[in-house]
């Protein structure tokens, strides 16, 4: 595990200290993996997306953003897959068109 708690990987999204949680409109469970559960973050990436959201003023939803190395041999990933030895996130997010967005007034 790394040394600062925040940029470490854990096991499981619920093992991270929840008091160093500093993105009120996302949560560890989102951004953890989908097939095994594991968290690691990248908190430069979540403040910007935290800042895209608040500029927004809509929900972002977060269809995908860490896959564990575990996850990516399951579902057959290539050998040093991107999806696992990126240092910044890459987040999917389900599209917003101008029929079910609106500016923050």
């Known amino acids: 595990m790394s040394r ?12 991270f200290p929840l008091h160093l949680w500093r993105w009120p409109n996302f949560s560890p469970a ?8 594991a968290l690691r973050i990248d908190p430069e990436s979540l403040d910007k997306l935290q800042a895209l959201r608040d ?3 809509a929900p972002l939803v977060i269809s995908s953003a860490y896959r564990s190395p575990l996850h990516d041999r399951r579902v057959g990933g290539a050998p ?9 996130s890459t987040f999917a997010l389900a599209a917003m068109t101008r029929t079910n967005w609106k500016p923050p007034r």
């Not at 989102?30 to 559960?37: F, P, V």
Request: with cysteine; charged share 40%.
């Open 4 to 15: 600062d708690p925040i940029r470490a990987t854990y096991d499981d999204w619920r093992d």
């Open 30 to 37: 989102e951004l953890a993996c989908n097939g095994t559960g």
């Open 55 to 57: 500029r927004m003023g």
């Open 80 to 88: 040093a897959s991107s999806a696992c030895r990126r240092r910044r």
